[in-house]
């Protein structure tokens, strides 16, 4: 069955130390991959892409995202967390034959000082 | 430019009654979408529609219906509310199918 997976339902970091979020799907095909962040109360962000071609992605806010395709993975990082990163983020597919997204089920982000 | 917009912020309903949720995309796009967050959940997709035109739909009952409007704005309408109807709406907009920007949702809460 398609699907996408958080494993981390919820992340505490240190401000300054660096953040890792998994995320995997299960598709036949290679779907396009999205982050997207959710503060509290909010709306959806769009964080970072990834259709085709590189597969390190930059986004906004000093986040990335390693494509590997022989994981089926979409991992978001950031090299140093700040306060203001606390929220809860998600990973999202899309299929080039269908005009949804697909999200997962999410990984809060708490960051202590 | 603006962002997307949803109105109203917040609802609360009774079970039975009706609700309808609008949504004003980015300038320039003419899709939009509509999702279901159920608190502590990832959305959930409902519609999208594309030039006027249901592109997709997804598995929700049939008392959820939505339409656009020439100038892209889109209304999502819930008849018969449920309690587990409470959640966020979210809508967006695109301008190719699949980078989608979000509006701020509607909190819909069914008592």
């Known amino acids: 069955a398609q699907s996408v997976t958080q494993p981390d339902i919820h992340i505490t970091v240190s401000e300054g130390a660096s953040l890792e979020l998994r995320c995997n799907y299960s598709y036949g095909a290679t779907p396009y991959l999205f982050w997207y962040v959710q503060s509290p109360g909010q709306g959806l962000q769009l964080l970072l892409k990834y259709f085709s071609g590189d597969t390190l992605v930059q986004g906004i806010k000093g986040f990335e995202a390693e494509f590997k395709r022989s994981q089926s993975s979409f991992n978001l990082r950031k090299p140093s967390v700040h306060w203001s990163d606390a929220a809860e983020y998600f990973c999202?597919?899309?299929?080039?034959?269908?005009?949804?997204?697909?999200f997962g089920a999410g990984t809060t982000v708490t960051v202590r000082a | 430019d603006a962002g997307v917009t949803q109105s109203p912020t917040h609802l609360i309903k009774t079970r039975g009654q009706h609700v309808t949720l609008r949504c004003s995309p980015i300038s320039g796009h003419k899709s939009v979408s509509w999702y279901q967050q159920v608190l502590g959940q990832g959305p959930q997709f409902i519609f999208q529609?594309?030039?006027?035109?249901?592109?997709g739909r997804g598995n929700f009952p049939d008392r959820f219906s939505a339409r656009q409007f020439p100038n892209y704005s889109s209304e999502l309408n819930v008849n018969a509310l449920l309690l587990g109807d409470s959640a966020l709406y979210l809508c967006a907009s695109s301008r190719t199918a699949y980078e989608q920007y979000f509006g701020p949702g509607t909190r819909l809460t069914v008592t």
């Open positions: 529609y594309y030039e006027k035109e249901e592109r």
């Open positions: 999202a597919v899309g299929l080039s034959n269908d005009y949804k997204l697909s």
